[in-house]
Structure formats: structure tokens, C-alpha cells
């Protein structure tokens, strides 16, 4: 964040055709603390920000607009975006709710289950957890040598490493939300 800042204010700085002199000279802050902000080597305060935001002829918001990467992993997709189906077979479906998963830390998936149906049995590596969350339809799901019923708001955690399935074993569709982290598929 703070080479981001400090890179946001040389910009807006030269774009103005401002030097450091005079900017310092207008902001009131010392002309090394500009430049040690500017590289990224010390943050400044709120107070020299606005100052800085001020001489510029810019809003607070402005000059940090950028500054916080945090809204670029930001994802949102309707419930008409097409979804990528991971894996696809007559009895099931499993489909990736976000995009460009491989970025994130969490991958939530939507694991649908037709009547007499099962997912693969596996496990993941030591680390994974698994998250399930029954929206429609009953499963047993099987955790090592354990099986755990699930109804319409049930869940189950646990750790992906142990091995695991999902059963559909009633004659209608279930639909389980599933977040995996870290992020695997």
C-alpha cells in the first residue's frame, strides 16, 4: 500500500506540473518527507495526506482511490452469468461460482445431484477443509468410515484430507453449496 500511495501522488504531482519543492512549500510537509513518501518508504499521516490531497487539487478519496487493492479481488456475478461446470456427467453437475479461481482463497462451488447419485471419493492434501451446505434435496455424506445425514440448511466441515463422498440416495435432486479453501478444484 504504501508504494501504491506514494506512486498515486508522484503521478497526480507531475500530471499538475508540481514539484517536490513546491509542493512542499504549499502542503507545509517537509520536502524529504514528501519523497520518502512518494518512494514508498514511510506512509505520512491523515493530516499530510490531505494536505498533499489539498495542494493537488484533488479529494481524499481521490488520491486513494487505487491505493487499496482489497476492491479488486472484488467478484460479483448475476445469477444469469454463465458459470464454469468443472465436471459434468448425466447424474451430475459441479459448477464454479466465481471466476479466475486460481486467485483466491476460497473456491465456492454449487454440486448438484441427481436422484441414485453420488460424487468420486477423495481427498485432498493435508490443509484443505471443505465446507457444505445443503440448499435442496437430503445426502449422506461419508467422511472416512462416518456418514452424516444432511437435510434442506444442514452443514458439515471438515478436513478435505480425510477421505469423502456425497450420496444422493432419494429419487430427488440435491443441491449442496461447497467452499473449499484454500482454493482447489
Avoid at 481521490?62 to 487493492?69: A, C, I, P
Avoid at 479466475?100 to 485432498?124: A, C, F, V
Amino acid at each position: 500500500m504504501l508504494k501504491n500511495l506514494g506512486g498515486r501522488i508522484r503521478k497526480l504531482r507531475k500530471e499538475k506540473s508540481v514539484t517536490l519543492v513546491e509542493l512542499s512549500k504549499r502542503t507545509g510537509v517537509a520536502q524529504a518527507t514528501l519523497s520518502r513518501i512518494e518512494t514508498g518508504t514511510m506512509m505520512g499521516t491523515v493530516e499530510s495526506h490531505e494536505k498533499v490531497a489539498e495542494a493537488l487539487g484533488v479529494g481524499l478519496a481521490e488520491l486513494y482511490s487505487g491505493v487499496d487493492r482489497r476492491y479488486e479481488q472484488l467478484s460479483h456475478l448475476t445469477k444469469d452469468a454463465e458459470r464454469k461446470v468443472t465436471r459434468q456427467t448425466p447424474h451430475l453437475k459441479i459448477e464454479l461460482l466465481t471466476q479466475e479461481s486460481s486467485k483466491k482463497k476460497i473456491t465456492p462451488l454449487m454440486i448438484t445431484l441427481h436422484g441414485g447419485s453420488e460424487t468420486q471419493r477423495e481427498h485432498n492434501e493435508r490443509g484443505v477443509e471443505k465446507f457444505l451446505y445443503l440448499l435442496e434435496g437430503e445426502v449422506k455424506v461419508k467422511v472416512d468410515k462416518e456418514e452424516y445425514p444432511l437435510l434442506p440448511g444442514e452443514t458439515l466441515y471438515f478436513d478435505a484430507s480425510l477421505p469423502h463422498q456425497i450420496l444422493n440416495e432419494k429419487s430427488k435432486i440435491a443441491r449442496l453449496l461447497v467452499a473449499i479453501s484454500p482454493s482447489k478444484i
